[in-house]
Nanobody, 115 residues
C-alpha cells in the first residue's frame, strides 16, 4: 500500500512561515515526481509546487517567490517551505506522487493563516 505522510501544518500569522514535510517509501520517492497541492474550502484542489519528470520545479503563480519545494533523498522526503504566508494560503495541503495514470495522495495537513 502506497503511503505519503504529511506533517508540519498549523496556525500562523500573516507574514509568517511554515515548512511542510512529506515522507514516503523509497520505491515511490525514487520513481514518481512528487509535489504539493492545496484545497481551500469551497474551492477545487490546485497545484502549489511540484518536481517534474526531468527534476525541475514548477510553481503556481500565486506562490512564486514565497514557497520553495525541495527534497532529501536520504529521507525519502519532499518539503514545502512557505514564507510570507497570506490568509489566502489557508487550505489543506496534500502531498502528491504522480506518474502517468498512477496518482497517490497523502491525507493532507491543515494550514491556517490568520490576518
Amino acid at each position: 500500500q502506497v503511503q505519503l505522510v504529511e506533517s508540519g501544518g498549523g496556525l500562523v500569522q500573516a507574514g509568517g512561515s511554515l515548512r511542510l514535510s512529506c515522507v514516503t517509501s523509497r520505491s515511490i520517492f525514487s520513481t514518481y515526481p512528487m509535489g504539493w497541492y492545496r484545497q481551500a474550502p469551497g474551492k477545487q484542489r490546485e497545484l502549489v509546487a511540484t518536481f517534474t519528470s526531468t527534476g525541475s520545479t514548477s510553481y503556481a503563480d500565486s506562490v512564486k517567490g514565497r514557497f520553495t519545494i525541495s527534497s532529501d533523498n536520504a529521507k525519502n522526503s519532499v518539503y514545502l517551505q512557505m514564507n510570507s504566508l497570506r490568509p489566502e494560503d489557508t487550505a489543506v495541503y496534500y502531498c502528491n506522487a504522480r506518474r502517468g495514470a498512477y496518482v497517490y495522495w497523502g491525507q493532507g495537513t491543515q494550514v491556517t493563516v490568520s490576518s
